[in-house]
């Protein structure tokens, strides 16, 4: 090997910040935050639909800002801060967006509601969705197979609206 | 996803000495096309260089009046970026119609350049697949080829190149920054992908360890008379069939410049100079825009289930240059 070079590693000290308890953890170079998340800290409500990037069900606030999960590498992101599903609520009382989609009935089964939890409260931070049409196509990277989509559109616009008036 | 070792640069000389010193290595930014590959064993890198610390994640004027993409800067980032928005809304317009939020907040403007084909085989390794491996054969040539190349294509390979923002960039003539062992060289959009040729594995001209560092955008953004039209099978998060990039500099009437670069239908995207320069100095209409397209088209053909790309294209580029005018029927 060339002199100079940073010396490569398979496993990594790194600490990350989760749902505002900072964390110092091993891990291995290929685990995904996905899996670090529910295979090694058991906070197993950010879910694995596809593990491919198609289906939103492994949404989580990165740095504020809502990206798949599956297809980062914990590695990659020592340092940042996460938040996931369960670190939405402040003790008893839900997030303003969770008890809004319990009061819409804005889910079925259940398995893609996390996912676009986070995902509508990112796209209220983004603040670029101004129609419904706009909450229809940046929602769209969350599926539900249980077709639940009339009522999340409208827990989504009515929690827009709500933020925009706060 | 198979073991790998791992490195995170400093800086583009670490990173470009790093992929050097590791053999079968990668570069890594987003990660949202490196590792969805890597899980189904298309890609097997045995090491990854991390990039994303690297200080290439801002946007600046240069001096000619245009914009400069660091290569890390993300699709939203870009898409949404207050100048690209005012001076490149066609840039803005190609990013938006792809992939999902999630998926934009991740990526980055070199890896979406940089992402493989969608084709069904070259994602599924039961398959003989001349891109993946190479001297296997082209199941696509005789099997589902819908969503496959109607132009340039070659008997080893006939995929397309899955990203919009190519296409966008293809239709700004937007040059793209590369540093490597020798050094730094610039080179047009239109040479950084290539066609497949006997070497389908080959995706891009760049050097096996150069890498990307940023992204120019000259002056001139049709900000004007501009569009992108993206035709697919659903009306969002699906990639392109065809799609149209188009800008027009429109003077009374008249035609100065027209560019049309077309996605989903090459294994790079695809633009004719020579068919482009046919509108110079003619009146936007519908009867000149006709034989743009149909030039954009010549030589094109299909396979059992996309030949209808062909119509498709052509009209879709008669539709985009309609719409870039504003031209109301
Ligand atoms: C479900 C899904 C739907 C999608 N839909 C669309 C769509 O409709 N339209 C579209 O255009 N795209 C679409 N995409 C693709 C998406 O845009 C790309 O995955 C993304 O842009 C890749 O960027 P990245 O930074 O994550 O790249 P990475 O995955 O990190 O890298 C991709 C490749 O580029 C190389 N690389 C990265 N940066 C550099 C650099 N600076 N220099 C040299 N090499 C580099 C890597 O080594 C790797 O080979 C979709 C993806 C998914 C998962
Ligand atoms: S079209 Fe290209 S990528 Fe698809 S199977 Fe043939 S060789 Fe592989
Ligand atoms: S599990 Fe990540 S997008 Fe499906
Ligand atoms: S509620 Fe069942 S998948 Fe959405």
Redesign the pocket.
């Known amino acids: 090997m060339e002199k100079n070079t940073t010396a490569s590693v398979s496993k990594e000290k790194i600490s990350l910040t989760i749902n505002g308890t900072e964390q110092q953890l091993e891990v291995e170079v290929w685990t995904t935050l996905l899996d670090l998340l529910r295979e090694h800290l058991q906070l197993t409500g950010t879910k694995k639909g596809c593990d491919q990037g198609q289906c939103g069900a492994c949404t989580i606030l990165l740095d504020g800002n809502r990206i798949n999960s599956c297809l980062s590498l914990a590695v990659m992101h020592d340092g940042s801060e996460i938040t996931t599903i369960e670190g939405l609520a402040q003790g008893d009382e839900l997030h303003p967006v969770q008890q809004a989609f319990i009061d819409h009935d804005a889910f079925q089964c259940g398995y893609c509601t996390p996912g676009q939890i986070c995902s509508t409260i990112g796209l209220i931070k983004e603040g670029k969705a101004k129609t419904v049409d706009d909450i229809r196509d940046l929602m769209s990277g969350n599926i539900c197979r249980c077709g639940a989509y009339s009522n999340i559109v409208k827990v989504v616009q009515e929690a827009l609206e709500r933020s925009q008036q706060a | 996803m198979r073991p790998f070792t791992y490195t995170r640069a400093k800086d583009v000389a670490a990173a470009v000495t790093d992929i050097r010193a590791n053999s079968e290595a990668r570069f890594i930014a987003g990660g949202t096309n490196l590792l969805d590959l890597m899980k189904i064993d298309v890609m097997k890198p045995r090491h990854l260089v991390d990039i994303t610390r690297l200080a290439l994640d801002t946007i600046e004027e240069t001096d000619e009046g245009g914009l400069r993409l660091g290569a890390l800067v993300t699709n939203a980032d870009t898409a949404y970026h207050e100048q690209v928005e005012k001076r490149y809304p066609l840039l803005s317009h190609a990013i938006l119609a792809g992939a999902t939020a999630q998926l934009r907040n991740k990526a980055t403007d070199a890896g979406n350049l940089l992402q493989r084909?969608r084709?069904y085989?070259?994602y599924d390794t039961d398959?003989?697949?001349?891109?993946?491996e190479p001297g296997t054969g082209?199941?696509?040539?005789s099997g589902y080829n819908r969503n496959?190349a109607i132009l340039g294509h070659s008997e080893?390979?006939?995929?397309t190149h899955p990203s919009d923002m190519a296409v966008g960039l293809a239709a700004l003539d937007a040059r793209i920054l590369v540093t490597g062992p020798q050094g730094e060289r610039m080179l047009p959009i239109s040479d950084l992908h290539r066609l497949?040729g006997n070497t389908?594995e080959k995706d891009t001209n760049l050097g096996e360890n150069e890498i990307i560092t940023a992204i120019e955008l000259p002056p001139q953004g049709f900000a004007q008379h501009f569009t992108y039209l993206k035709n697919r099978d659903r009306a969002s998060y699906a990639f392109a069939l065809v799609s149209v990039a188009a800008g027009l500099e429109i003077e009374g009437g008249v035609i100065r410049e027209a560019r049309i670069a077309l996605g989903g239908v090459a294994h790079k995207p695809w633009r004719r100079p020579e068919a482009e320069a046919m509108l110079r100095g003619k009146k936007a209409s519908r009867e000149n825009f006709q034989p743009v397209a149909d030039a954009y088209v010549q030589g094109a053909k299909g396979f059992e289930h996309n030949t209808f790309k062909i119509e498709l294209a052509r009209r879709s580029i008669v539709r985009a240059l309609m719409t870039a005018a504003k031209i109301e029927e």
Do not use: E, G, V
């Open positions: 084909t084709c085989y070259f398959t003989a697949c001349n891109k993946r082209c199941s696509a040539i496959h080893h390979c006939i995929a497949p389908p």
